[in-house]
């Protein structure tokens, strides 16, 4: 039986490790630097209020893929769960995303779809064709004031940098509706694991053939041991920064309790720039078929990943860029490596890719000899 070793205990390490035990050729090393597995999807229960903390930001899982969905629940229970946003502008308070109620009510008006469609269309700025950046997508599809208002801040605050300057990928995650529909998600599975997302890591992680080791690094120096390494840690760190270092977001949670409801809401986004910071998550409201008297809220602060801050988002700046293809030619002159996830290949993925990814990266690695298992769980660049 071969043994491969696998850095990093998240959801992208966790559901490959498995797969690849479950077929009876390979056990499984993990290394995890933290003292928890889960990564940044980690829960904890807290032991002053016993409301499930999302300890690293708020996570919803949604996704449309059906053998996604059935993988997770095979772990654990998902109970129904739908992120109905608000959001603090300067104009007042609004529904995010962006939705009918919205545009009547940011506009004073009271229109059909079919009026708002046509009302937005003359708006946006038509005269750009094909957006690159946030900021042209957003001035084509929205125009200037719900820009303004909704996204400029918050995006600055949020990336520390200038919308221009950002993919229209990132917006392209948000919906415009013509319709009064508020879910965040268009996903067609959405929910919360009832008893947190690390009990299903557990669950995913709890196999004779898979071993964790936690608060263990994994260091370059293992790699003799294994027949081969996936890592699923920062691609920048795995070569201990040699080139230089790729742009990534790092977050600060500033906890405050209170009692009874504090926000109402479980997420309420802050899109001015005075505001400092992004959003304020209150916690119970993730788990709304648990009753809690007492209740924890966290402004969440963004910042520039520095040494020994914990990446988050990766930029994906044109300079971060570059150096990620300098990278992936490293990666590619070493054997018996891949990188797995979102730090791994360095791209802005949500749980419910990353599972999928590993799923499909896994059938690829049991269809072949290990000596032609792909690069990358997705395309980096
Ligand atoms: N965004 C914004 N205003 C908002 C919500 C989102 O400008 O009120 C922008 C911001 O640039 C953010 C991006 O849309 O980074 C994607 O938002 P999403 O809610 O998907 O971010 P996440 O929950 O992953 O932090």
């Known amino acids: 039986m071969e043994t491969i070793g696998i850095a990093g205990a998240g959801f992208a390490g966790a559901v490959l490790a498995r797969e690849l035990v479950e077929s009876g050729k390979y056990q499984v090393v ?7 597995i889960a990564g940044n999807c980690h829960t904890v229960r807290d032991p002053k209020t016993q409301v499930m903390i999302h300890q690293y930001g708020p996570h919803i ?4 893929r059906e053998d996604v969905w059935d993988y997770v629940n095979r772990f654990g229970k998902f109970m129904p769960f739908m992120n109905r946003v608000k959001a603090v502008t300067e104009k007042g308070m609004f529904s995010l995303p962006i939705n009918l109620m919205t545009i009547n009510q940011f506009f004073d008006k009271t229109m059909s779809p079919e009026e708002a469609k046509e009302f937005i269309s003359q708006i946006g700025d038509s005269s750009i064709e094909n957006p690159q950046s946030f900021e042209d997508q957003a ?3 929205l125009g200037p004031d719900l820009y303004k208002n909704f996204f400029y801040g918050y995006t600055k605050k949020q990336w520390g940098v200038e919308p221009k300057e950002l993919p229209a990928s990132i917006l392209q995650r948000l919906p415009i509706r013509f319709n009064y529909d508020d879910n965040y998600f268009t996903s067609r599975f959405q929910g919360i694991p009832e ?5 299903i890591v557990e669950r995913i992680l709890d196999h ?7 608060g263990e690094p994994f260091v370059p120096e293992y790699k003799k041991e294994f027949k081969h390494i996936f890592f699923s840690g920062p691609m920048d760190a795995y070569f201990q920064y040699k080139l230089g270092r790729m742009n990534y977001r790092s977050l600060i949670f500033d906890r405050f309790d209170g009692k009874g409801d504090m926000q109402g ?9 005075e505001v400092p910071y992004t959003r304020i998550s209150e916690h119970k409201h993730f788990a709304p078929w648990e009753t809690h008297e007492e209740s924890v809220s966290f402004r969440e602060y963004s910042k520039l990943a520095e040494e020994g801050d914990i990446p988050y988002y990766p930029m994906r700046l044109a300079e971060d860029k570059e150096l990620l293809a300098r990278y992936m030619e490293l990666a590619e002159a070493e054997k018996g490596l891949s990188f797995i996830g979102r730090l791994g290949t360095y791209r802005y993925l949500d749980m419910h890719v990353v599972i999928g990814e590993s799923l499909d990266l896994a059938k690829a690695c049991l269809a072949e000899s290990s000596d032609a298992w792909p690069k990358y769980s997705g395309k980096p660049l």
């Open 30 to 36: 993990i290394f995890e630097q933290r003292d928890h």
């Open 208 to 214: 004779p053939m898979i071993s964790v080791q936690l």
């Open 139 to 141: 001035l084509k599809f």
């Open 195 to 199: 008893e947190g997302y690390t009990k």
């Open 265 to 273: 809401n479980a997420v309420i986004n802050y899109c001015s720039q």
């Open 61 to 64: 899982f949604n996704t449309s």
